[in-house]
T-cell receptor, first 116, second 113 residues
Framework: GNSVTQMEGPVTLSEEAFLTINCTYTATGYPSLFWYVQYPGEGLQLLLKATKADDKGSNKGFEATYRKETTSFHLEKGSVQVSDSAVYFCALKSSRGETSGSRLTFGEGTQLTVNP | NAGVTQTPKFQVLKTGQSMTLQCAQDMNHEYMSWYRQDPGMGLRLIHYSVGAGITDQGEVPNGYNVSRSTTEDFPLRLLSAAPSQTSVYFC????????????FGPGTRLTVL
């Protein structure tokens, strides 16, 4: 079945530091890949996505590249801010057409804290 | 648009009690789903619906019921609450079953004593 593995957290950085959160996946076919962000006390919001190999998703200074050869979708940001403190979830959606294949599979989430 | 709304925000139950978590969306989305979020386990799918009158089980359906009588509403019922159901529950919707972008509600934090 499908699965997503994220680097263990929590991650604590100083403002303006470089961020990498690793994500690897197992899936059949060609899944779509996502990063969701959850700010304290809120629901998840889509941060970025990539739907095919070598695509790069980007938003708010974050980016991630769909690497089929390494089955990875690592999240990066060059200079984090205190406001980026949140939980980040990597997720995939199978490319299969049937209903059950269109569900999202989430990683366990990585807590990021950015200190001033 | 209000997006996806959930009520209540917080709830405390005793073991054996029943309750319904409400979820509504005003975006005319066909696909709706319920997740539970537990520490270190990410989000796990409980039930989902691809349209009014159609529901199906996700990964962890035991102890929960759903119905979808209208496009807008997708309530989740706990039949007899157990401490193992202590969790944060999120409702989500997307336009169709194949649409990529999914919208989440703010969540309901449930504690079962």
């Amino acid at each position: 079945g499908n699965s997503v593995t994220q680097m263990e957290g929590p991650v604590t950085l100083s403002e303006e530091a470089f961020l990498t959160i690793n994500c690897t996946y197992t899936a059949t076919g060609y899944p779509s890949l996502f990063w969701y962000v959850q700010y304290p006390g809120e629901g998840l919001q889509l941060l970025l996505k990539a739907t095919k190999a070598d695509d790069k998703g980007s938003n708010k200074g974050f980016e991630a590249t769909y690497r089929k050869e390494t089955t990875s979708f690592h999240l990066e940001k060059g200079s984090v801010q205190v406001s980026d403190s949140a939980v980040y979830f990597c997720a995939l959606k199978s490319s299969r057409g049937e209903t059950s294949g269109s569900r999202l599979t989430f990683g366990e989430g990585t807590q990021l804290t950015v200190n001033p | 648009n209000a997006g996806v709304t959930q009520t209540p925000k917080f709830q405390v139950l005793k073991t054996g009690q029943s309750m319904t978590l409400q979820c509504a969306q005003d975006m005319n989305h066909e696909y709706m789903s319920w997740y539970r979020q537990d520490p270190g386990m990410g989000l796990r799918l409980i039930h989902y619906s691809v349209g009014a009158g159609i529901t199906d089980q996700g990964e962890v359906p035991n102890g929960y019921n759903v119905s979808r009588s209208t496009t807008e509403d997708f309530p989740l019922r706990l039949l007899s609450a157990a401490p193992s159901q202590t969790s944060v529950y999120f409702c989500a919707s997307r336009n169709t079953v194949t649409t990529d972008t999914q919208y989440f509600g703010p969540g309901t934090r449930l504690t079962v004593l």
